[in-house]
T-cell receptor, first 112, second 109 residues
Framework: NAGVTQTPKFQVLKTGQSMTLQCAQDMNHNSMYWYRQDPGMGLRLIYYSASEGTTDKGEVPNGYNVSRLNKREFSLRLESAAPSQTSVYFC???????????FGAGTRLSVL | QKEVEQDPGPLSVPEGAIVSLNCTYSNSAFQYFMWYRQYSRKGPELLMYTYSSGNKEDGRFTAQVDKSSKYISLFIRDSQPSDSATYLCAIEGGNKLVFGAGTILRVKS
């Protein structure tokens, strides 16, 4: 039972480079989320998808784009990476907006 | 003012101590309250889930909600070194979860 799978686990980028973080869940959940976690800041919501075909901005969406590819997959794209985007990124999924969220293991991103 | 406030610690206690972790929130419309535990270099995992005011117990863990004071707590009895982790409170607001900053707990053997 894989749950929520994130790839890659680690990534180092140079300023201005682009990359896509991948997330897939096998729990048939409707809702999926992308968070970033920084020391002392907790988890901050970047984007979420309440259901297949919909996406909405969270608390810190600037510099990011998302795609809900299908019910299982939700990707996060950095078009032009900046040092301020150095963080740990977590993907999560839930049955619905008020449901318990299940998290992946995270992607550790450094932007130099 | 943040919607959810949580003291980041770190909190260091001896093995066997009773630990109290707390969060305050600002929106009285919040109804669902959760505690997540996050081990180092891992994703958060759900520890406790409560809906109403009062206490909910699960083994050595007790979650307490006081809606009148907008205050939630997690108590850990007989703390163990394996309880060393970051504990995040999470409160449902507008079909999304709002997380506290997380409290780092270290239990010394």
């Amino acid at each position: 039972n894989a749950g929520v799978t994130q790839t890659p686990k680690f990534q180092v980028l140079k300023t201005g480079q682009s990359m896509t973080l991948q997330c897939a869940q096998d729990m048939n959940h409707n809702s999926m989320y992308w968070y970033r976690q920084d020391p002392g800041m907790g988890l901050r919501l970047i984007y979420y998808s309440a259901s297949e075909g919909t996406t909405d901005k969270g608390e810190v969406p600037n510099g990011y784009n998302v795609s809900r590819l299908n019910k299982r997959e939700f990707s996060l794209r950095l078009e032009s990476a900046a040092p301020s985007q150095t963080s740990v990124y977590f993907c999560a999924s839930s049955e619905g907006g008020r449901g318990i969220q299940y998290f992946g293991a995270g992607t550790r991103l450094s932007v130099l | 003012q943040k919607e959810v406030e949580q003291d980041p610690g770190p909190l260091s206690v001896p093995e066997g101590a009773i630990v109290s972790l707390n969060c305050t929130y600002s929106n009285s419309a919040f109804q669902y309250f959760m505690w997540y535990r996050q081990y180092s270099r891992k994703g958060p995992e759900l520890l406790m889930y409560t809906y109403s005011s009062g206490n909910k117990e699960d083994g050595r863990f007790t979650a307490q909600v006081d809606k009148s004071s907008k205050y939630i707590s997690l108590f850990i009895r007989d703390s163990q070194p394996s309880d060393s982790a970051t504990y995040l409170c999470a409160i449902e607001g507008g079909n999304k979860l709002v997380f506290g900053a997380g409290t780092i707990l270290r239990v010394k053997s």
